[in-house]
C-alpha cells in the first residue's frame, strides 16, 4: 500500500475507509471486514455519530490478534461546538475513549465554523460564534497543546482553503500535516493541491466517488456526479475495472490519500484493490482534461450551505474564498 510521509515523519497509508454515514449495526462489521481484507486506515468524526462503535471493532480486532495498534492509522476530527482553545482536549479525550485508544494519529479541525459549546447542529443564527467569539488561531492553539501532550501524532485541517490555512500560520507553530478535502475529477481543486504540495500538506480526498448516499436534503438534482460521467466509465471499460476504482487509482495517482465510503464486502475489496490499480498516461491525462469541460462541471458537491442560513456568521462566499 502506498503511504506518504506526513512532516513528523509518520506514513499515513494512500487508502483509508470513510465511516461518514455508515450506519449504526453496521459500521463495526465493515471495520472487522476491513481490516481482514487489509485496511488499515480509517477516517472517523464524533459527527458522524459511530465512532464507539468504530472502537470496538477496533479493540476486538487488536483483541483478536488480527492488527496491532501501531499497525493502524486512525484519523478523528474536532467538531465545531469544541472551537473554544479550551474546549478541544476534552473533545479529543471523548473521542479517543469512543474509538479505544490512547492518541490519535491524526486530528483534524472538521470545519472553519464554530458553533457555541453544547450544539450538536445549529436551529438558528444564536447557535453560532463568530470568528471574533472563536478565533481560528484561538483553536489551532488548542490543537498544538494535544500534540505537544501526545493525544495526537499529527494535527491537520478539514475544508480548508488557502486563505484560512494562512490565518492559521498568523499565530500558530504547527503547519497542519494534512488537509481533508472535497476532491474527485469534476471537482480536482489543482491551485489548492499544488499550493498544499509546496508547504508539505498532504491532501486527503473526501466524496472521491461523489457521496451519492448523502441524506436527500443535503442533494441538489444537478450536482457532479463522477461515476457516471462518460469519460470514467469508458476508462474502466478499457481496464476492466470498476467506475469507482478508476477514481479511487486516479485520486491515489495524483498524490492524494482517498476515504471512500463502503459497508458492503464487494465494495470494501474492489476499493482496496483499486490502491493497487494503474492507469496509463492517456487515461490520467484524460480525466485531468475534465478540469477544462463546460462552465458549472467543476462545482462542489459538498457545498457547506447548511451552515449558512440567514442570519449566520458565516456565508458560502467566505467559506470557500
Known sequence: MKSYELQSGDHMPALGLGTWQAEPGEVGRAVREAIRIGYRHFDCAPAYRNEAEIGAALNAAIGDGEVSREELWITSKLWNSDHLRDDVKPALEKTLADLQTHYLD?????????????????????????????????????????????????????????????????????????????????????????????????????????????????????????????????????????????LISWAIQRGTSVIPKAVRDEHLRANFEAAGLELDDEDMAAINALDNEEPGSQERIVTGDFFCPPGSPYTTAWLWA
Open 106 to 246: 491524526l486530528y483534524l479541525v472538521h470545519w472553519p465554523i464554530a458553533f457555541k459549546p453544547g450544539i450538536d447542529f445549529p436551529t438558528g443564527p444564536e447557535d453560532y460564534l463568530s470568528l471574533e467569539e472563536a478565533p481560528l488561531a484561538a483553536t489551532w492553539a488548542g490543537m498544538e497543546e494535544v500534540l505537544e501532550a501526545g493525544l495526537c501524532r499529527n494535527i491537520g485541517v478539514s475544508n480548508f482553503t488557502e486563505s484560512k490555512i494562512n490565518r492559521l500560520l498568523e499565530a500558530g507553530q504547527q503547519m497542519p500535516a494534512v488537509n481533508q478535502i472535497e476532491l474527485h475529477p469534476l471537482f480536482q481543486q489543482k491551485d489548492l493541491l499544488q499550493w498544499c504540495g509546496n508547504h508539505g500538506i498532504v491532501l486527503t480526498a473526501y466524496s472521491p466517488l461523489g457521496s451519492g448516499g448523502r441524506p436527500e436534503e443535503m442533494r441538489n438534482p444537478d450536482e457532479p456526479r463522477p461515476l457516471e460521467h462518460p469519460v470514467i466509465r469508458k476508462i474502466a471499460s478499457k481496464h476492466d475495472f470498476g467506475p469507482a476504482q478508476v
